[in-house]
């Protein structure tokens, strides 16, 4: 099975900081990889699919980059409403995987 | 708009199994471009895949949970269900329904609430 490891764990910014949100997988996926935002008590949200698609509806200051092991999500410019935990998952290959996830708290 | 909604008993016995049902609305379960899937989440943790079902009735399982679990698929009534055997206390967990792209490991665009199962005597 692929395993997928994010990084950092955790993370705190400010209102207006550029976030980055690093995601390896234990082997290449292509650019099969989605990113995911939750907050507390509520189901996650897709952000990005494939990498780099938006998801219908998601702000454009949320983006994503990268192939084969290692992918990038990015916030150009954090919001109140983005502070939560993000989390890559694997599309490449049966199962399905995701990381550990990322929580994003405010400095 | 697509909705997704989990129902079933918020608490399981040990060595029972949990019943979990999804229903969808808003769209069609038997759409030929997407699978359905049910991934959980232990309190405090992160999430895990278990498995999805397309329309025809085709099954997909993590292996590691295979030999306990069945998924099924209604269409008529626009659900799909999970049922979890010898359940134990590692259970425990919020469980989702997600409508998923790409394929039936693909990504999960659409998620019910989720709801609490608890594995307790």
């Known amino acids: 099975d692929i395993q997928m490891t994010q990084s950092p764990s955790s993370l705190s910014a400010s209102v207006g900081d550029r976030v980055t949100i690093t995601c390896r997988a234990s082997q290449s996926i292509s650019r099969y990889l989605n990113w995911y935002q939750q907050k507390p008590g509520k189901a996650p949200k897709l952000l990005i699919y494939v990498a780099s698609s938006l998801q219908s509806g998601v702000p454009s200051r949320f983006s994503g980059s990268g192939s084969g092991t290692d992918f990038t999500l990015t916030i150009s410019s954090l919001q109140p409403e983005d502070f939560a935990t993000y989390y890559c998952q694997q599309s490449y290959s049966t199962p399905p995987a995701f990381g550990q996830g990322t929580k994003v708290e405010i400095k | 708009q697509l909705q997704l909604q989990e129902s079933g008993p918020g608490l399981v016995k040990p060595s029972e199994t949990l019943s979990l049902t999804c229903t969808v609305s808003g769209g069609s379960i038997s759409s030929g471009n997407y699978y359905w899937g049910w991934i959980r989440q232990p309190p405090g943790k992160g999430l895990e895949w278990i498995g999805s079902?397309?329309?025809?009735?085709?099954?997909y399982y993590k292996s590691s949970l295979k030999s306990r679990v069945t998924i099924s698929v209604d269409t008529s009534k626009k659900q799909f269900s999970l049922k979890m055997s010898s359940v134990t206390a590692a259970d425990t967990a919020v469980y989702y329904c997600a409508r998923t792209g790409g394929s039936w490991y693909g990504w999960f665009d659409s998620w019910g609430q989720g709801t609490l199962a608890t594995v307790s005597s």
């Open positions: 079902i397309y329309y025809t009735g085709s099954t």
